[in-house]
Structure formats: C-alpha cells, structure tokens
C-alpha cells in the first residue's frame, strides 16, 4: 500500500500513535507519506519507505489567520496524484477529515479513500462545539473507513455525531512493549531522585482536562508519609498552576518539572507509580506507556481508560476530583511492596498481549486493505 497520513505533528497523543503507526506500516513494506506543517515529534531518524511533506503557508495580509485547512487539502492532493496513494490516513477530525475529503473532490474519481481515526478531543471537546460540530460530522461521515481508539469514544461519536455504529471500527492504541519495559538502561533514577525516594511521575500536555494540580495534591498528601519525588514531563498552559499549587503545599522543592521530552521511554521504567488524574482520556495512552513500563497506574474512572488499566489488578481508578481517595491509594501501592510487584507485571502483561505494536497493528493493516478493496469495487464494479 501507498498510504498519505496526516496528523498534529506536536507533541500528544495522536501525534504519537499515527507516527508509530506510519512507520510500523513502513517496516512492514508499505511507503508512507506523512502531510503536515512540519516534521511529526516521534519520526526523528530517517526510515526506509516514509517520506514527510511540509504543507506550504503563505501568509498574505489579506489572511488574519491563514487557511491551513486549504494547504492541506492542496498538499494531500498533489502527494497523492503524484506519489499514486492507495489511501489517505487522517488522525483527528479537525480540519484534517476535512481536507482529506477537499483533496478527494479535487482528484475526481480517481481519488484514494480517506480513512479517520478519531483520538479524542476531536469528538468529546473541540468537535461537539457548534462552530464545528455540522463540519465535523459531515467529514466524519464523508470517510469511506471510520476508526475509533476505544469503545468509549465509539460511543460518544455515534450519540453525538449520527454516525452508525456498524461504520466505526475500534482499534485501540498501541506502542512497541521492547522499547516501554522495565529495567532499562542505563537507568536515570539517580539524576532524578535521592537514594529511598519513591519517584512519581505524571506525563501529558498539561491541558486543563489533565488536573495537574490534582497531581500535585496526591504528590503532597504521598509526601507526608514517605520520602518521594514528583516528576512532571511534558508542557502546557497549566504548567504555572502546577507550580503554583507545588509552592502552596511547600513541595516545590520536590517536584521536578522536566519539560518535553520525545524519549520519555528512558524516563517511564524510573516511576514507581504513575498519576493521570485527568477529566476524562478518550484512550490514556500515557497510563499504557507507564504500565509498560512496569510502573502502576493510580487515574481516573473515566473515559477509555478503565478499557486500558484494569482496576485492581494494574492500579486503581477514581473519580475525578477525589485526591483523598487518589492519594490514599497511591500510598498503600507504594507502602506494600508485594502488591507493587503484582501490579507492576500485570500492568506489564496487559501491555504486551492487549495493546503491543505486533497485536494492534495488523489489526490497522487489514483494515485499511479492506477500506482500499471497498472503494475500488464501488469506483469499479466490474473489474
């Protein structure tokens, strides 16, 4: 196959996961075409097969915001005439559904099938506001393949969205369990935290849905009864509340704030427990990362997440808000080092048989061979 992607090159989630995907699609024999404003965070190193495509934006006076959503369009088309795309891949619904389909106008009907993947926010948050909940279920629907990272969010686009649920396929998220595992080296433990601190981690955009200052708060509460060190990866406009609120409780001194960091599978097998206390996670892939990585998960209840952290077995899931409950749990993991180790492998061992790249990825391969045939039968019924 000759697959066009398009995704958020920044750092997040769907970024990511359409990245690792596109050159798992690579490796195994396909040329992928990554269309996007700049180089995706996770592609770094070249990779046999995939090629990047950096959308051109000319910025005129006349354009107070310039219209990405056409420049992309423009872009997907010119890849797929020139490089013959068998499909194009967009993750998340704004704009990209939306030029895909532009594109598809343009090329006629020679034009490849589009297939979205919605990630989340697309559909829970910016795709149901009603500047863009007609344009977004009217991409949506244009999509001749519909894929979902979980059945929750499955669900919120067929109640929201008037999308059938026999056209959504749920395909969840993944990741490579032989680079997030436990134990590897070299370990960076001893830049991070003094010798008998348990080290806690959070990872994210640092988004207001992510409640960082719930993060500190269990952070503070764990504190009091055990030495321990917080460690927060990743960006974002809550970052000074985080602070702030590390400051207030008198933590700050113990709260690490690492920036961005593209190899956070270096940092993750350090964590002796994860916290996502977040408002709601479509997927959680940072909690799927984490358990990988042998670290237990203390999160939220909601969203796709009790679909990737079995609750009592990897860690435990509570309601939004509740830090008192969310901190007494993390110190009894922390506390009992028997019930730590079991959480940590069955964490492990739901990463490596539920969500592995060698599991999830065919799953995607026949997928979108299956949309590919599809359209050619329909474009050609009697070939």
């Known amino acids: 196959m000759k697959i066009g992607v398009t995704c958020y090159p920044t750092y997040g989630g769907s970024g990511a996961v359409a990245t690792a995907l596109g050159i798992e699609f690579a490796e195994r024999g396909h040329e992928v075409h990554f269309v996007s404003y700049a180089q995706p965070f996770r592609l770094g190193r070249f990779h046999e097969r995939v090629f990047f495509h950096e959308v051109e934006m000319e910025h005129y006076p006349l354009f107070e915001h310039p219209p990405y959503t056409l420049a992309l369009a423009v872009a997907l088309h010119d890849a797929a005439q020139t490089h013959e795309l068998d499909l194009i891949h967009v993750h998340y619904a704004i704009p990209h559904a939306t030029s ?46 519909i894929t979902t ?49 348990k080290i806690l981690m959070h990872v994210s955009n640092f988004r207001p849905v992510k409640r960082v200052w719930d993060v500190v708060s269990i952070f503070a509460g764990v504190a009091e009864q055990m030495p321990a060190r917080l460690i927060m990866i990743g960006d974002g406009p809550e ?18 704030f690492l920036g961005k960091h593209d190899a956070v599978q ?29 670290a237990p998960v203390v999160a939220t209840n909601t969203g796709g997440l009790p679909e990737v952290v079995p609750h009592g077995e ?27 180790k079991a959480f940590s492998e069955a964490g492990r061992a739901v990463a490596v048989e539920r969500f592995s790249a060698a599991g999830v990825v065919p799953i995607y391969e026949d997928y979108c061979q299956r949309v590919i045939e599809t359209h050619r039968r329909k474009r050609d019924p009697h070939e």
């Open 266 to 294: 270096d940092l993750l097998p350090c964590a002796d427990l994860f916290l996502l206390p977040s408002e709601s996670e479509s997927f959680g892939l940072a909690a799927l990362e984490a358990m990988a990585s042998g």
């Open 314 to 340: 990897a860690g435990y899931l509570l309601d939004p808000g509740d830090v008192d409950g969310m901190t007494a749990r993390a110190i009894e993991i922390l506390s009992d080092p028997v019930r730590w």
């Open 239 to 256: 970052r000074p509340r985080a602070l702030e609120a590390a400051q207030a409780m008198g933590v700050e001194d113990r709260v690490v």
């Open 100 to 145: 895909a389909w532009i594109a598809q106008q343009m090329l006629g009907e020679d034009g490849p099938p589009v297939v979205t993947t919605l990630h989340g926010t697309d559909i829970t948050l910016v795709g149901i506001h009603p500047s863009f909940q007609a344009i977004t279920s009217f991409s949506i629907l244009r999509s001749q393949g």
């Open 149 to 197: 990272v979980s059945q929750f969010l499955k669900d919120q686009t067929v109640r929201d969205f008037g999308v059938a649920a026999e056209d959504i396929e749920v395909i969840p998220n993944f990741l490579d369990t032989d680079l997030y595992m436990p134990g590897k080296e070299p370990c960076h433990r001893d830049t991070l935290a003094a010798p008998g601190e």
